[in-house]
């Protein structure tokens, strides 16, 4: 997990639910030539290359001053404040950061954003533990991933959100580089840091390793810059 000579990226530790898998994402990593540490600590290890936010349960609606909807999960409020914790320290040290699903909205959240917390027609959410699909355009031509995914203009992704983010929930340190037809925000990029990165999609899937392995790919390199 810890082993060889690659960027060293930071994953917190926590029991995946039951339609999460924490070797999807070590898997992903390590085939883009990372090392993988999986981290309990509240702070962010000093040898840490690169940040990795995983999907999982929603955030707690206190943390963006909400009250729990009835579609709301109960909350992690202990992984919310470690991941929350680390990914501050990531910023602050200028840390690149993946953050996907959980982690998109985690991100958007801890930067002052806030979340709608059900998207009513379900069209995004996983059925059965499969996946719903769809296209995202990439608007920012410029963005990290435009960059990943070599200036494609639509992205055919899977989705297995209930929440979402739009333009006008959307933290005031972020910019929308993607987007659903439907007008969620779908990837998010940080002007202010050298590559802060969040996908609403799972790149991380089997079902996506093909498609997405140059995200994580990017990721990686900017790790070891």
């Known amino acids: 997990m810890d082993n060889g000579s690659g960027p060293l990226i930071a994953i917190p530790r926590w029991k995946a ?67 929350a914790g680390l990914l501050e320290d990531a910023l602050a040290r200028d840390v690149p950061v993946l953050a996907i699903c959980r982690g998109f909205q985690l991100l958007n959240v801890t930067m002052g954003g806030s979340l709608l917390q059900h998207i009513d027609d379900d069209s995004h959410r996983a059925r059965k533990d499969v996946s719903a699909w769809h296209e995202v355009i990439v608007s920012d031509k410029a963005s990290r ?10 992205i055919h992704v899977n989705s297995r959100h209930h929440q979402g983010v739009t333009e006008p929930l959307l933290a005031e340190g972020l910019r929308c580089v993607a987007s659903s037809h ?18 609403q999609w799972h790149p991380e899937r089997p079902e996506m390793r093909s498609d997405a392995g140059a995200l994580f790919r990017a990721f990686v390199a900017a790790c070891a810059q």
């Open 145 to 154: 991933l435009a960059g990943a995914y070599e200036g494609e203009d639509k």
């Open 17 to 83: 639910p039951t339609w999460e898998r924490t070797g999807y994402y070590m898997d992903s990593v390590e085939a883009a030539a990372g090392r993988c540490r999986l981290i309990e600590g509240k702070k962010l290890p000093q040898d840490a290359d690169g940040l990795l936010l995983m999907g999982g349960v929603d955030v707690n609606p206190k943390l963006y001053d909400e009250k729990r909807g009835e579609h709301t999960q109960s909350p992690q409020n202990d992984r919310d404040e470690h991941e």
């Open 182 to 199: 439907d007008s969620y925000v779908e990837a998010v990029e940080s002007a202010a840091h050298r590559w802060t990165v969040g996908v």
